[in-house]
């Protein structure tokens, strides 16, 4: 009987030394981010904190498996009297789901009751999209944020494809100037998407002038150079994008939602309002379902009942 303190401490040590490996399993053989593991590192010692609390002393291996699910319920209601949204209980979910798989693959730590808990749901904000006027603003009028004609010029490139092909900022300022569509060029390019995933799509006639104006102003436009560069040369940084955005926002009138990414949701729901296809929309996209597209078609309903309640006599 007296070795049994130390037997628990050696458990304890396991456990933590476990919680350790799967950062390191993490980091080297999953090769995630090093903000990923990082959150991972937080999400599992504040469950394991919980545990301690809540089963009255650190939790060693064996009372990780033991554990019911109703001590998940316990700790996933800690996280929300502490404030979490649902999403932020969903990773940190996720994370201690991660860390469990780790542990019933390297130390042999099983606890099925882990997959029976249910994942906290949160709805999906809607998309937030521009009007047309003022989606189109930013597209033709933004280069009046620059004294420079060259950066005049590229930011009116980069934000017609931004709102004419709906694509995402990192979309477009991974294109390679050999990628760009041009006046007497192809009408279609070709984009690489989440997942690597590529899809191409349509540019529009006043896009392609766009790209073809600031292809006069690039500063080395080498088939291989980015398409959309920096004061220095190199690939801009989004960042750029956004503040460039941000003082259009300020300097117009414009909503705080007014983002580059919201240009791409105001592509699919003005498409939608003017009749397009929702399975078209999702190819235009890059959408893997069809589920995330649908999401405009409350954004259009909303707009339709909005009107109405403005318009109607008895709204």
Not at 47 to 73: I, K, M, Q, Y
Not at 121 to 139: D, E, F, G, N, T
Request: aromatic fraction near 6%.
């Amino acid at each position: 009987m007296g070795l049994r303190p130390n037997f628990v401490r050696q458990q304890i040590l396991l456990a933590d030394a476990a919680r350790q490996a799967f950062l390191d399993w993490l980091a080297h053989e999953r090769r995630a981010s090093p903000l990923t593991v990082a959150a991972y590192g937080r999400d599992t010692t504040a469950f394991l904190g919980f545990l301690t609390g809540h089963l009255g002393g650190e939790p060693d291996l064996s009372a990780l498996a033991g554990l019911r699910l109703a001590d998940f319920r316990a700790w996933l209601a800690h996280e929300a009297g502490a404030g979490a949204e649902a999403a932020t209980r969903a990773r940190h979910l996720a994370a201690v789901r991660s860390f469990f798989r780790f542990l019933a693959r390297r130390h042999d730590v099983a606890n099925a009751q882990l997959r029976l808990l249910e994942t906290p749901k949160s709805r999906r904000p809607l998309p937030r999209p521009l009007s047309p006027p003022h989606a189109r603003a930013v597209a033709e009028d933004i280069g009046e944020e620059s004294d420079s004609a060259a950066i005049q010029a590229r930011d009116v490139a980069l934000f017609s494809l931004l709102y004419g092909c709906g694509l995402r900022i990192s979309e477009a300022l991974s294109l390679a100037v050999r990628d760009a569509p041009l006046p007497d060029g192809e009408a279609m390019l070709r984009v690489t998407g989440k997942g690597r995933k590529e899809r191409v799509v349509p540019v529009l006639p006043v896009v392609r002038v766009a790209v073809g104006a600031w292809l006069r102003q690039h500063p080395s436009p080498t088939p291989e150079a980015p398409l959309f560069t920096g004061v220095r040369g190199a690939r801009l940084n989004p960042r750029i994008a956004q503040r460039t955005m941000c003082a259009f926002r300020r300097h117009n009138g414009l909503p705080e939602h007014a983002t580059p990414h919201a240009l791409r949701h105001s592509f699919a729901t003005h498409l939608l309002a003017g009749g397009a296809d929702l399975r078209a929309i999702q190819e235009l996209l890059g959408h893997a379902s069809l589920s995330t597209t649908q999401r405009y078609t409350s954004v259009d309903e909303a707009g339709l009942l909005e009107v109405w309640r403005r318009t109607h006599p008895r709204g």
